[in-house]
């Protein structure tokens, strides 16, 4: 029996080859392959789909999350509070713009606990950058509250929620500024390295215009040291592509979760819950087990490949050890770093690769 992988990125392309194809062969005749009418248009697009007014094309996810953080003007010993449990990508935007990220713990749902939020609010905290993590949107209501009550910014990350309503609005519209990957395996996924940044705020997204492009809004007039960061247009014409199917796209991830949620009964599993006037699109269904490594292993020998999102969290990172936030400082987040499995779940899965997953997951003695 086949394996079953973690992603099929073949079968995304397959669901709207011609109309990609068409995109592509338009891009390569056009004789324009930076900051042309693909991006502007992508980005018009794109934030008219967040709900949003201004958005800028980034290189990738980390240099939206980056020159968001460099937008609000960060100056070193800002702090900024960030989840424990997300991608590393979250925390070193904030560090690589000078700040300091300041680790909170998530709820039950892997979003950032707004209590814990309060809890790490100093008379430095600058900021506070939300992950909604797995494509759950956090406790936004909440969180804008806390946000205006202190007078923070607020950033999100939301290189995996792109579509889900938290209430009325979609993520990304919430914050100062929202920032997306369009990484190939993302729900609005590019074929190679993209990012945005959406905000109601055009003075945010002229100054990240500025930043992704040398610091110069206009051609060899530097403001500042940018970087290099732009969605090329062939990315951007893509992307428009997959982002004119989104709905089918999250419905289809909807059902599939669906499935698993009746479909998984083994007791010794936690399933993904979705919080009360939110939308979960689903870029990972995560189950928990006590005996996560073994579980893995028991799929892994059933053809069943998995991944762990992430299993060392950025505080016990290498990279972050300068905090000295120590092991033991953060128990929730360590806690799911152990227990936390993601199970095959991506666009043109089949009803029978999921079978085989729930049979199996059904089937594991913990
Ligand atoms: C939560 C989160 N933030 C940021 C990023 C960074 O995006 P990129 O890989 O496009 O730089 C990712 C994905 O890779 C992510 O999952």
Same mark, same amino acid.
């Given at each position: 029996?086949?394996?079953?992988?973690?992603?099929?990125?073949?079968?995304?392309?397959?669901?709207?080859?011609?109309?990609?194809?068409?995109?592509?062969?338009?891009?390569?005749?056009?004789?324009?392959?930076?900051?042309?009418?693909?991006?502007?248009?992508?980005?018009?697009?794109? @934030?008219?789909?967040?709900?949003?007014?201004?958005?800028?094309?980034?290189?990738?996810?980390?240099?939206?999350?980056?020159?968001?953080?460099?937008?609000?003007?960060?100056? !070193?010993?800002?702090?900024?509070?960030?989840?424990?449990?997300?991608?590393?990508?979250?925390?070193?935007?904030?560090?690589?713009?000078?700040?300091? !990220?300041?680790?909170?713990?998530?709820?039950?749902?892997?979003?950032?606990?707004?209590?814990?939020?309060?809890?790490?609010?100093?008379?430095?905290?600058?900021?506070?950058?939300?992950?909604?993590?797995?494509?759950?949107?956090?406790?936004?209501?909440?969180?804008?509250?806390?946000?205006?009550?202190?007078?923070?910014?607020?950033?999100?990350?939301?290189?995996?929620?792109?579509?889900?309503?938290?209430?009325?609005?979609?993520?990304?519209?919430?914050?100062?500024?929202?920032?997306?990957?369009?990484?190939?395996?993302?729900?609005?996924?590019?074929?190679?390295?993209?990012?945005?940044?959406?905000?109601?705020?055009?003075?945010?997204?002229?100054?990240?215009?500025?930043?992704?492009?040398?610091?110069?809004?206009?051609?060899?007039?530097?403001?500042?040291?940018?970087?290099?960061?732009?969605?090329?247009?062939?990315?951007?014409?893509?992307?428009?592509?997959?982002?004119?199917?989104?709905?089918?796209?999250?419905?289809?991830?909807?059902?599939?979760?669906?499935?698993?949620?009746?479909?998984?009964?083994?007791?010794?599993?936690?399933?993904?819950?979705?919080?009360?006037? @939110?939308?979960?699109?689903?870029?990972?269904?995560?189950?928990?087990?006590?005996?996560?490594?073994?579980?893995?292993?028991?799929?892994?020998?059933?053809?069943?490949?998995?991944?762990?999102?992430?299993?060392? !969290?950025?505080?016990?990172?290498?990279?972050?050890?300068?905090?000295?936030?120590?092991?033991?400082?953060?128990?929730?987040?360590?806690?799911?770093?152990?227990?936390?499995?993601?199970? !095959?779940?991506?666009?043109?899965?089949?009803?029978?690769?999921?079978?085989?997953?729930?049979?199996?997951?059904?089937?594991?003695?913990?």
């Amino acid at each position: 029996m086949d394996e079953i992988m973690t992603n099929r990125l073949d079968r995304g392309f397959e669901k709207y080859r011609t109309e990609f194809e068409e995109a592509a062969l338009r891009v390569l005749g056009s004789g324009w392959y930076i900051l042309g009418k693909e991006c502007e248009s992508f980005e018009e697009a794109f @934030a008219s789909y967040i709900g949003s007014r201004y958005c800028a094309g980034t290189g990738n996810g980390l240099d939206a999350l980056t020159l968001a953080c460099r937008a609000i003007k960060l100056e !070193p010993g800002d702090e900024v509070i960030v989840p424990g449990n997300t991608y590393i990508a979250s925390v070193m935007g904030i560090s690589i713009a000078g700040g300091t !990220p300041v680790f909170a713990e998530p709820d039950e749902y892997y979003g950032i606990d707004p209590d814990d939020i309060e809890r790490k609010i100093t008379d430095r905290t600058k900021a506070v950058m939300v992950v909604h993590l797995y494509g759950l949107p956090a406790q936004m209501d909440r969180i804008t509250d806390i946000c205006k009550k202190h007078s923070l910014k607020l950033i999100e990350d939301c290189a995996q929620s792109h579509g889900a309503h938290f209430g009325d609005t979609v993520t990304g519209a919430f914050g100062d500024i929202g920032c997306f990957s369009f990484y190939p395996s993302k729900n609005l996924g590019a074929f190679g390295d993209g990012g945005a940044a959406v905000s109601a705020s055009e003075e945010y997204i002229k100054r990240i215009k500025m930043l992704r492009n040398y610091g110069s809004a206009q051609r060899y007039v530097n403001e500042e040291v940018g970087i290099n960061s732009r969605l090329d247009e062939m990315q951007a014409a893509l992307l428009k592509v997959r982002l004119g199917h989104m709905a089918e796209l999250i419905e289809e991830k909807k059902k599939a979760a669906a499935f698993y949620d009746s479909a998984i009964k083994n007791p010794a599993l936690i399933l993904p819950k979705v919080r009360e006037g @939110a939308e979960h699109v689903y870029h990972q269904y995560v189950i928990r087990c006590a005996d996560r490594d073994k579980l893995q292993a028991y799929l892994k020998d059933k053809g069943i490949a998995t991944i762990i999102h992430y299993p060392i !969290p950025p505080h016990l990172s290498k990279a972050y050890a300068y905090l000295g936030v120590k092991e033991g400082s953060l128990p929730v987040t360590e806690k799911y770093a152990k227990e936390v499995l993601s199970i !095959p779940m991506y666009t043109g899965i089949t009803r029978e690769e999921q079978e085989r997953v729930a049979d199996a997951l059904n089937s594991f003695e913990a």
